[in-house]
């Protein structure tokens, strides 16, 4: 079965610094690209990151480029964001989500339960 | 960066009818629009794929076409689960966006 779990989510001050990761079961982590998905509670759905399989290529949105990294550990299973130089914009839950892009096209066929970031002082 | 429309906001129908809901978007993305369903509390759950591809253990109900720039989901007669948010979402050169989603209520 396929599993996502997310976790380092919490409190933190603007300005501040945290790191998210999402630890990956059920299937072969190192042959699918990987995402993070936010979302504002109550709010839509914005993409925030990609990175491909063996971690040599990621993308961004606009709002969190030079302030967020994507990376991943292989042997680990595990898929991480870093986010620095945190806004209370940047507060939401963060998914992570996998992609089917090797497979078969861009879409996300499993998510994480999300893990809340609450950026306030 | 595309951006995604989609239409109605908020959806007012009752069990049994057949609904639609549209997805536009800024500039062509060929057929790489995808679907998804979200219930309070809960992540997103794939739909749809590749624009009119129905994702395994998905009821036949849903169904999707278009390509271009006009996207559209369609349940063809509403069951009491299917009240949620429904999201589209693109992927263009290097780069993914979602709609703003669709509230689907009792009416």
């Known amino acids: 079965e396929v599993q996502l779990v997310e976790s380092g989510g919490g409190l933190v001050q603007p300005g501040g610094s945290l790191r998210l990761s999402c630890a990956a079961s059920?299937?072969?982590?190192?042959?699918?690209?990987m995402h993070w998905v936010r979302q504002v509670p109550g709010k839509g759905l914005m993409w925030v990151s990609r990175?491909?399989?063996?971690?040599?290529?990621?993308d961004y949105a606009d709002s969190v480029k030079g302030r967020f990294t994507i990376s991943r550990d292989n042997t680990k299973n595990t898929l991480y964001l870093q986010l620095n130089t945190l806004r209370a914009e940047d507060t939401a839950v963060y998914y992570c989500?996998?992609?089917?892009?090797?497979?078969?096209?861009?879409?996300?066929?499993?998510w994480g339960q999300g893990t809340l970031v609450t950026v306030s002082s | 960066d595309i951006q995604m429309t989609q239409s109605p906001s908020t959806l007012s129908a009752s069990v049994g009818d057949r609904v639609t809901i549209t997805c536009r978007a800024s500039?062509?993305?060929?057929?790489?629009l995808a679907w998804y369903q979200q219930k309070p509390g809960k992540a997103p759950k794939l739909l749809i794929y590749?624009?009119?591809s129905l994702e395994s253990g998905v009821p036949s109900r849903f169904s999707g076409s278009g390509s271009g720039t006009e996207f559209t989901l369609t349940i063809s007669s509403l069951q009491p689960d299917d009240f949620a948010t429904y999201y589209c979402?693109?992927?263009?050169?290097?780069?993914?966006?979602f709609g703003q989603g669709t509230e689907l209520e009792v009416k």
């Open positions: 989500a996998r992609d089917q892009a090797v497979v078969r096209g861009y879409d996300f066929d499993y």
């Open positions: 059920g299937f072969t982590f190192s042959s699918y690209w």
């Open positions: 990175i491909n399989n063996d971690g040599s290529s990621t």
């Open positions: 500039q062509s993305i060929s057929s790489w």
């Open positions: 590749k624009a009119s």
């Open positions: 979402q693109q992927y263009n050169s290097h780069s993914y966006s």
